[in-house]
T-cell receptor, first 112, second 113 residues
Framework: LAKTTQPISMDSYEGQEVNITCSHN???????ITWYQQFPSQGPRFIIQ???TKVTNEVASLFIPADRKSSTLSLPRVSLSDTAVYYC?????????????FGSGTRLQVQP | NAGVMQNPRHLVRRRGQEARLRCSPM?????VYWYRQLPEEGLKFMVY????????ESGMPKERFSAEFPKEGPSILRIQQVVRGDSAAYFC???????????FGSGTRLTVV
């Protein structure tokens, strides 16, 4: 499974756009990129998944350059409730080994 | 459609006792996964089960830990003779037979005193 590297922490203010970048230099051809959000005392929650270019849903956007060696999670106009840990994962969930590999994540703190 | 249900939410055990953690997957999900999370760390995979079968237990400690997913009833993660180092949050997730669809429960926080 490809190893991921992301910043340990980020700070932002309400209303700002937040971009969290994840490096995954050893991503394999059949790997997808998935982001999870985790609030204190809760399990991770799926945010978005993509393979290439750009994916957008009601929560976030995911930008993936052509070489796929990195990806950027974009959260538009964050609020206090977006304070959480964000995990970038790389892998193919439909293979024989379906376990997810979590790194340490990025701890986002949103200030008023 | 209830999500992944874990119980208890909090569990306190004395050193040497047994801990049993339960997980009921989402309706239609036949794959269950257990993860452990220490404070300030990411989740670490422990075991992946399908009904009545352990598919991958590469992350499970060799001693004192066991998991099952019987034909009827919830999946059980069992920790025998708990030690202080077992204190952690244990998360269960489930997924359907095909596709991604990973859903996590709210976890069980085990405290060993």
């Amino acid at each position: 499974l490809a190893k991921t590297t992301q910043p340990i922490s980020m700070d932002s203010y309400e209303g700002q756009e937040v971009n969290i970048t994840c490096s995954h230099n050893n991503i394999a051809t059949n790997d997808y990129i998935t982001w999870y959000q985790q609030f204190p005392s809760q399990g991770p929650r799926f945010i978005i998944q993509g393979y290439k270019t750009k994916v957008t849903n009601e929560v976030a956007s995911l930008f993936i350059p052509a070489d796929r060696k990195s990806s950027t999670l974009s959260l538009p106009r964050v609020s206090l409730s977006d304070t959480a840990v964000y995990y970038c994962l790389v892998g193919d969930g439909d293979t024989g080994r379906r376990a997810l590999t979590f790194g340490s994540g990025t701890r986002l703190q949103v200030q008023p | 459609n209830a999500g992944v249900m874990q119980n208890p939410r909090h569990l306190v055990r004395r050193r040497g006792q047994e801990a049993r953690l339960r997980c009921s997957p989402m309706k239609g999900h036949s794959h269950v996964y257990w993860y452990r999370q220490l404070p300030e760390e990411g989740l670490k995979f422990m075991v992946y089960l399908q009904k009545e079968n352990i598919i991958d237990e590469s992350g499970m400690p060799k001693e004192r830990f066991s998991a099952e997913f019987p034909k009827e009833g919830p999946s059980i993660l069992r920790i025998q003779q708990v030690v202080r180092g077992d204190s952690a949050a244990y998360f269960c997730a489930s997924s359907p037979p095909r596709g991604y669809g990973y859903t996590f429960g709210s976890g069980t926080r085990l405290t060993v005193v």
